[in-house]
């Protein structure tokens, strides 16, 4: 049973800067695509960036620029470095993966679908 664990959340101020981790367990992660998500207080899931098929990288506009998305198949995780993070970037951040090809870049997207493994989440607080 795999599973996916996020950490790297906490609290920053604006401008400031942050690396979240997805940990995969139980699964071989270079077989997935990977995807990272947030959801604010109040507001719909929201797909933010993710690696598809043959690193094909995709990043919502609202983060294109100040987010990365990265992956180390070696040691089953894949990470998102956040800079210049800004008060609307608060949210709980989930790290999700599937095996189906596009299937990431689909939900990212926004169309409604369904990804293999979701992590629990962290929550990212952006405050002065």
């Known amino acids: 049973q795999g599973q996916l664990v996020e950490s790297g959340g906490g609290f920053v101020q604006p401008g400031g800067s942050l690396t979240l981790s997805c940990t995969a367990s139980?699964?071989?992660?270079?077989?997935?695509?990977i995807a990272w998500f947030r959801q604010a207080p109040g507001k719909e899931r929201e797909g933010i960036s993710c690696?598809?098929?043959?690193?094909?990288?995709y990043y919502a506009s609202s983060v294109k620029g100040r987010f990365t998305i990265s992956r180390d198949n070696s040691v089953n995780m894949f990470y998102l470095r956040m800079n210049r993070l800004k008060a609307e970037d608060t949210a709980v951040y989930y790290c999700?993966?599937?095996?189906?090809?596009?299937?990431?870049?689909?939900?990212?997207?926004?169309?409604?679908?369904?990804?293999?493994?979701w992590g629990r989440g962290t929550l990212v607080n952006v405050s002065s």
């Open positions: 690696i598809s098929e043959i690193d094909h990288t």
């Open positions: 139980g699964i071989t992660l270079n077989d997935y695509d």
């Open positions: 999700a993966v599937d095996r189906r090809p596009g299937q990431v870049l689909t939900v990212v997207h926004g169309t409604p679908g369904h990804l293999e493994l």
